[in-house]
Each structure stands twice: as C-alpha cells, then as structure tokens.
C-alpha cells in the first residue's frame, strides 16, 4: 500500500537555525498538509497545500515557516530560525482528489531544538 | 478552544470485550468525522470515516455511530483485541479544504 514517507526521522539543531523537513506524499495524491504534535497535546493543524499555493494556515504558521513542492515528488517544511518552542513531533499528510479520501499521515519528523 | 474533545484520556479494556471511544465536537459545519490509531513512533493511521449526513458506519471489528443533535460520535471496536491497544484520536473535517482538526486523544490498553 502506498505511504508517505518523512525523512529525517529525528533532527536536532540549535536555536536560530534553519531546518528542512521533508516528505513524499502519495504520488497520486493532491492535497498536502503539515501538522505537528508538541509532547502530550493535541495534533494541530499548520498548513494546507493544494495546486502548487498554500490553501489555509493557522496562527502557528507564521512568518518563519514557509512551505514549497520543488519538484513533482517532494514537499518540504522550512523553519528559518528556529525557537525552544517548535520542538515538536512534524507530520505530514496528503489526501486525494475524492472528496470523501481521508487523510494518510507519514511517521513524523521529531524536530528537537536546543 | 476545544471544537474537538476526547474527554477520556485513557480506556482499559478486556480482550474479547467491547471498547467504547467518545468524541464530541462543537461546530455543526463539520462534513466529516475521522478516527486515526496511533502508535508511538509513528504517525496517525486512519481506521473508519463517518460523513456527517450518515449516522452509522461499519468496517469489519469497527463501528463508528454519530448522533448529530448531540454533536457526539463513538468509535466501537468489538471484539477488542490485544492489538487494538494505542492512541485513538477522533478528527473532524472542515468541507472548506479538507483540514482536520483533532481531540487530544484517548489511551486505549486491551489486555490480555
């Protein structure tokens, strides 16, 4: 059964760093989406994708993420300086066209900023 | 601001019995009702959808039963089994793009 795939697993960085995480969606799939889950609360939403432009994001979604599809494959989350606060568990999710397809997750990212 | 809430932070169960989950929700423009099984180290794995125009739908062990008016939904699993044991959130759709929000999920532990 086709999966998303996220890469890396676990990364760790510094404070004020830039990171990339980055997923393969379900190659047939069109929407794409990134949520994170901070340790013991609730999955939330940050960014919804669709026809190569973000669709929706939430207030966690400020100017220091940014999100892009460089290729037909990949769909990469970009933190540009990154906070205590945006360790997290990453996961992206891509659905398909059908208006009744649920969302399929990826294992996540465990994002830890030191 | 909860508009999805799993009020029951864990469940224990026997195996061979029922297991119950509850969700309830606050916005009636939801379309569609999710649950998700969640182990540790891996992501949310979708197990049965409701639309929000039905009020039962079953897959296999799975029954999932949503009573509208009082914005409230429960995930059925029968028999439970050891298996089952792992995180269940319950998620609801927005018709707008598809976004879910989620409860804080429910602890499920089938034993033996």
């Known amino acids: 059964e086709p999966e998303v795939t996220q890469t890396p697993s676990h990364q760790v960085t510094q404070m004020g760093q830039e990171v990339i995480l980055r997923c393969v969606p379900i190659s047939n799939h069109l929407y794409f989406y990134w949520y994170r889950q901070i340790l013991g609360q609730k999955v939330e939403f940050l960014v919804s994708f669709y026809n190569n432009e973000i669709s929706e994001k939430s207030e966690i979604f400020d100017d220091q993420f940014s999100v892009e599809r460089p290729d037909g494959s990949n769909f990469t989350l970009k933190i540009r300086s990154t906070k205590l606060e945006d360790s997290a568990m990453y996961f992206c999710?891509?659905?398909?066209?059908?208006?009744?397809?649920?969302?399929?997750f990826g294992n996540g990212t465990r994002l830890t900023v030191t | 601001d909860q508009q999805v809430k799993q009020n029951s932070p864990s469940l224990s169960v026997q195996e061979g019995r029922i297991s119950i989950l509850n969700c309830d929700y606050t916005n009636s423009m939801f379309d569609y009702f999710l649950w998700y099984k969640k182990y540790p180290a891996e992501g949310p794995t979708f197990l049965i959808s409701i639309s929000s125009i039905k009020d039962k739908n079953e897959d296999g062990r799975f029954t999932v039963f949503l009573n509208k008016s009082a914005k409230h939904l429960s995930l059925h699993i029968v028999p439970s089994q050891p298996g089952d044991s792992a995180v269940y959130f319950c998620?609801?759709?927005?018709?707008?793009?598809?976004?879910?929000?989620f409860g804080k999920g429910t602890l499920l532990t089938v034993n033996p």
């Open positions: 998620a609801a759709r927005w018709p707008s793009n598809y976004k879910l929000t």
């Open positions: 999710a891509s659905s398909g066209q059908l208006s009744h397809s649920p969302l399929h």
